[in-house]
């Protein structure tokens, strides 16, 4: 084994440790979940498919505005956490020309009850579907 093998690996662990994965979804207790039943098949209203690009588009774009580990500034004004939830904005996608996906994330004006919380929050994304990489945002 080679000298320099045990400095390293004393090196790269700590390094490990600063990385982190983003959150599980939280599940009900084995015994709430046992009570729900799904019904046969999926209900025709309100049912939204989602093509993979699209959801993928979707997913890259909200990870970039609203990254999962993301939280409010010290000191920040009460209701100011509902700006940094994705439950608090509408997203709208489409196909657009040469692979290209935009992308428009907006909060939803009844999201925030905050006095003075900005209703012009968001951002549109143009994501290239061939590379999966962001190619412009506008605020």
């Given amino acids: 084994?080679?000298?320099?093998?045990?400095?390293?690996?004393?090196?790269?662990?700590?390094?490990?440790?600063l990385l982190k994965r983003p959150p599980r979804p939280v599940h009900v207790p084995a015994e709430e979940a046992a009570r729900f039943e799904f019904p046969?098949?999926?209900?025709e209203e309100g049912r939204v498919i989602l093509r993979r690009?699209?959801?993928?588009?979707?997913?890259?774009a909200m990870e970039d505005y609203l990254p999962w580990d993301l939280k409010p500034p010290p000191g920040d004004r009460p209701g100011?956490?509902?700006?940094?939830?994705?439950?608090s904005y509408d997203v709208t996608a489409?196909?657009?020309?040469?692979?290209?996906?935009?992308?428009?994330?907006?909060?939803?004006?009844?999201?925030?009850?905050?006095?003075?919380?900005?209703?012009?929050?968001?951002?549109?994304?143009?994501?290239?579907?061939k590379t999966w990489?962001?190619?412009?945002?506008?605020h």
Avoid: F, T
């Fill in 1 to 17: 084994m080679p000298k320099w093998l045990p400095l390293l690996s004393l090196c790269i662990l700590p390094a490990c440790a």
């Fill in 40 to 43: 046969v098949g999926m209900p």
């Fill in 53 to 60: 690009p699209l959801a993928q588009a979707i997913q890259l």
């Fill in 80 to 87: 100011g956490e509902c700006l940094y939830q994705r439950a």
């Fill in 94 to 129: 489409a196909p657009y020309e040469d692979g290209v996906i935009l992308v428009s994330i907006s909060l939803d004006p009844s999201a925030c009850v905050r006095k003075g919380a900005p209703q012009d929050m968001g951002a549109r994304y143009a994501i290239d579907s």
């Fill in 133 to 138: 990489r962001i190619l412009a945002v506008q």
